[in-house]
């Protein structure tokens, strides 16, 4: 088989740690740019919401009328694995399918050319990957699938239960990046609070913070999406304490009216959530996302109204929105009172222009202040400007603080961590100057 690979991995960051490790497996390949030169295309799907889903098969098949005769396209992940009958049937421009249990196989599938659906998903546990995006960041998954029930969510249909990564594997994959020159981490998973319950543990993610803080080599990590109903203000202090760990909380509530937050079944009312969001807030140096859904079935305007009320006062650094997706196998498809697409449009606007506030805020916020930058490399704005992020934001999504390499005697090297003062803001990019200390 000759070997040029185009690969293309969309949706959630777990998703691009298992693109990461076909790109392990597939090490012997040349990648590509151009979809016309590859004699393999891979795409990792999405198949959480309709726009995802479109978003995937477009891709798929733009990619299809790109390529050249006799190269082979695999389409891969979340989508395949959710309608993986449906898509052999309907999408013959696809040569091999497979789903979310077999990327660590892909070099045997396109070896024989065949397509393999597991039972199981698959957990990494010593899988070599190819880091891609970063000399210094990786993004560490603690588990796949979720025991959570949320109305909307169809990903407990297509990958099952929580299944967690043991301690000791996710320790030795931290510990082999370090050695590789990765010194800041982003731990991820559905549900990263739940992480061990499915072993009768607890307090997993506790006993995660101490293990890392074991390692030496490790700056700086966070851990991404809290579950309400299964964090508890023990976890919180932990994380405050750390050394390592920033006071980086990325907990998507959805909703903050209590009827309807029993109606997605989220486990928690607004009470609960408030008193983790309020002792979030308390803490020194805190950075604290979310996400809310519009349009849920039986959503009224008032319901509405008091979320936008809630999101635009309570301080929040970061909001996603997201509107309503109807998707079969979950509670909400068979509700009743579902909301006109118009409505959710509109509503998805609303609070739109309230995370956009919000967002002007937290940067205004921080001009003045005296931080920790990581330079990722220089900017596409001009010649002189290296782009760079503070070291508790998330890489690509919190956003971008340009640094004028000028300002200090010697250059300012990618990658390395500085001290150093918010000077300004420039539509939603922030600037600085390294600190000549």
């Given at each position: 088989m000759s070997n040029k690979l185009h690969i293309v991995s969309l949706g959630c960051t777990k998703n691009l740690v298992d693109t990461e490790v076909m790109m392990g497996k597939l090490?012997?390949?040349e990648l590509?740019?151009?979809?016309?030169?590859?004699?393999v295309i891979i795409v990792n799907t999405c198949g959480f919401i309709d726009a995802a889903k479109e978003e995937s098969i477009n891709t798929v098949l733009n990619l299809h009328d790109g390529r050249k005769e006799e190269s082979v396209l695999v389409m891969a992940g979340c989508l395949s694995e959710r309608y993986k009958k449906e898509l052999a049937e309907d999408m013959p421009e696809v040569d091999i399918f497979t789903g979310v249990g077999d990327y660590d196989k892909i070099d045997e599938l396109l070896q024989d050319k065949r397509s393999r659906f597991s039972d199981e998903v698959f957990l990494i546990d010593g899988a070599e990957r190819v880091v891609t995006g970063s000399t210094y960041h990786a993004y560490i998954k603690l588990s796949e699938g979720c025991n959570q029930v949320c109305s909307f969510c169809a990903i407990p249909s297509f990958k099952g239960k929580l299944t967690s990564r043991n301690l000791d594997s996710i320790a030795k994959e931290v510990e082999s990046l370090v050695a590789k020159g990765y010194y800041d981490f982003s731990f991820v998973s559905q549900d990263s609070s739940s992480y061990l319950r499915d072993q009768n543990i607890k307090d997993g993610l506790s006993l995660l913070i101490q293990r890392i803080e074991l390692i030496e080599g490790v700056k700086s990590a966070r851990i991404l999406y809290l579950y309400p109903s299964t964090t508890t203000i023990s976890l919180l202090k932990n994380i405050a304490k750390s050394e390592i760990f920033h006071n980086y909380f990325d907990m998507p509530i959805q909703h903050i009216n209590d009827e309807m937050l029993r109606t997605m079944k989220r486990g928690f009312g607004k009470s609960q959530t408030l008193e983790l969001l309020d002792f979030m807030k308390s803490l020194p140096n805190r950075f604290i996302r979310t996400s809310f859904i519009v349009g849920h079935p039986n959503e009224t305007e008032e319901m509405f109204e008091e979320m936008c009320e809630f999101a635009a006062n309570f301080g929040f650094d970061r909001?996603?929105?997201?509107?309503?997706?109807?998707?079969?196998?979950?509670?909400?498809?068979?509700?009743?009172?579902?909301?006109?697409?118009?409505?959710i449009a509109e509503r998805a606007d609303i609070l739109g222009e309230i995370a956009t506030?919000?967002?002007?805020?937290?940067?205004?916020?921080?001009i003045g202040k005296d931080v920790e930058i990581i330079i990722d490399g220089e900017s596409d704005e001009h010649e002189y400007l290296l782009s760079a992020k503070e070291s508790i934001?998330?890489?690509?999504?919190?956003?971008?603080?340009?640094?004028?390499?000028?300002?200090?005697?010697?250059?300012?090297?990618?990658?390395?961590?500085?001290?150093?003062?918010?000077?300004?803001?420039?539509?939603?990019?922030?600037t600085a100057t390294v600190d000549n200390a």
């Open positions: 090490q012997n390949f590509t740019d151009e979809q016309g030169d590859a004699d909001i996603n929105v997201f509107s309503y997706s109807d998707e079969e196998t979950t509670p909400a498809y068979d509700m009743s009172n579902k909301i006109d697409a118009e409505v506030a919000c967002l002007e805020s937290s940067l205004k916020a921080e934001w998330a890489p690509e999504i919190d956003g971008e603080i340009y640094v004028n390499d000028r300002t200090k005697d010697e250059e300012l090297e990618f990658g390395k961590i500085y001290r150093a003062k918010i000077t300004g803001i420039v539509g939603n990019i922030l």
